[in-house]
């Protein structure tokens, strides 16, 4: 039988490597052998003296949608520590009372897609996280990420904050960059293996059915916009979108497809504030091929205050094209598609962040009261009227106006707005 190394690299009198790390379901010893055997600078230091003591806490705060988060440091007598960050299952899932439901699933399926997908980047030079070991569910646990630790570094916008013209600016290159690297995978080992649940298959529908009402009740143009372009909730016109005139344009890349304002890290600066400088992006669990200005859209359209919007919106696509021309240079290659398709591409994207966005003042507006929270709601109330305006001048601009559910099963609008009619 081999001898476990940690044995060697571990004061036993002091730490407990046989209990649980948290609620993830693992041994702390069983995670530290992983870190050891996948991190050569953790071996140099274990190499220099022992670990004399592990810490941890829960950094998602126990409340992560599809997942939970913990921030372990480890110590090396008692000036030297190493931080790192191990993500598993939701916990409400980690230890289910019964029989699993159809969101266990999806949470098995969220965790397995990311699993996939961190093996495939962790070799790249591309702006994510350095991924140490990723494992699938099987017979020894229910799975999970050892990555880097960005936690006390990093800072986001959050999903419905306010993002800066230069974060919006900032994230043209490393998307271009990282787009052009998985596209350059040997064999591309992603395609075909993502398919989209949440923004084309209409995973969606229950929320819009529920908070579309309520956010009409702050921005009556919703139900207008609506009731002259219904198409714009069928999870066709999404397809069109985001897959469909991409693939017709030979446009299609892997997509994070879900880098909103929350998934998208940027450096901290000394003050605490959050920086224009992006860091890394996050959370791999609804990946999909499409688009490839889709990424860019998904994280200015809910973040960026209209007029903020309104300023990058010119100048995104040819930051994107011009970052993907040198990326692309870098394997003696060229971009697939035009610089004026780019522009299509990105105003397609956008339309169907509106679609999504519609629902984002009643997101708001039923989580906080107070007058700081009423002048929050008035941002959102003011990006959702501005992107129903600016995604009209797109259909006429394209001569999508009388576009048509091709196949896709048609929302009713009715039935969306009976609480309010």
């Known amino acids: 039988m081999s001898k476990n190394p940690l044995e060697s690299v571990v004061d036993a009198s002091s730490v407990d ?3 649980h790390l ?25 190499e220099k003296g ?5 810490k941890f806490k829960c950094v998602s705060g126990g409340k992560g949608l599809r997942s939970q988060v913990y921030q372990v440091k480890l110590f090396f007598g008692k000036d030297d520590t190493y931080n790192f960050v191990v993500k598993t299952p939701a916990e409400e899932h980690v230890y289910p009372a019964g029989a699993k439901t159809r969101e266990d699933t999806a949470v098995e399926q969220a965790h397995s897609a990311e699993v996939k997908i961190c093996n495939m980047v962790k070799d790249l030079d591309v702006l994510v996280p350095k991924y140490y070991y990723a494992e699938d569910r099987n017979e020894e646990g229910t799975g999970l990420i050892v990555m880097e630790d960005f936690v006390d570094i990093s800072g986001t916008v959050g999903w419905l904050g306010s993002s800066t013209a230069e974060q919006c ?16 995978i040997p064999n591309q080992p992603w395609k075909g293996q993502f398919e989209d649940t949440m923004h084309i298959q209409g995973i969606y529908q229950s929320v819009i059915s529920e908070l579309l009402p309520k956010s009409t009740g702050l921005v009556p143009e919703i139900k207008l916009f609506v009731d002259e372009y219904p198409f714009i909730l069928t ?14 344009y030979n446009a299609t890349f892997f997509l994070h497809s879900d880098l909103h304002g929350g998934n998208m890290l940027f450096k901290k600066r000394d003050d605490g504030t959050v920086s224009n400088i992006p ?11 499409g688009n490839p200005l889709y990424d860019i859209a998904h994280f200015v359209c809910p973040t960026a205050d209209a007029d903020v919007r309104r300023e990058v919106d010119p100048l995104i696509p040819d930051l994107y094209y011009d970052a993907l021309v040198e990326a692309y240079k870098k394997h003696n290659d060229t971009v697939p598609f035009s610089r004026e398709q780019a522009r299509e591409l990105y105003d ?18 039923t989580h906080g009261s107070g007058p700081v929270h009423e002048a929050k709601t008035a941002k959102v109330v003011l990006k959702t009227r501005f992107l129903i305006e600016d995604t009209r001048k797109i259909l006429r601009k394209y001569d999508l106006s009388n576009w048509r559910s091709r196949g896709g099963r048609k929302h009713s609008i009715s039935k969306y707005f009976s609480l309010i009619n």
């Open 279 to 289: 860091l890394a992006m996050i959370d791999w669990q609804t990946a999909m091929e």
């Open 169 to 184: 600016k900032n994230l043209c290159k490393p998307l271009a960059e990282f787009h052009c690297e998985m596209m350059h």
């Open 17 to 19: 490597i046989y209990s």
């Open 348 to 365: 397609l994207a956008l339309m169907q962040q509106t679609f999504q966005s519609l629902c984002m003042p009643a997101m708001l507006s």
């Open 235 to 248: 999870s066709a016109f999404s397809k069109y979108c985001i897959q469909e005139k991409a693939a017709e």
């Open 50 to 54: 022992k670990i004399t003591d592990v």
């Open 22 to 46: 948290g609620r993830t379901g693992y041994f702390i010893e069983w995670v530290l052998r992983k870190l050891y055997d996948n991190n050569s600078e953790v071996r140099d230091k274990c």
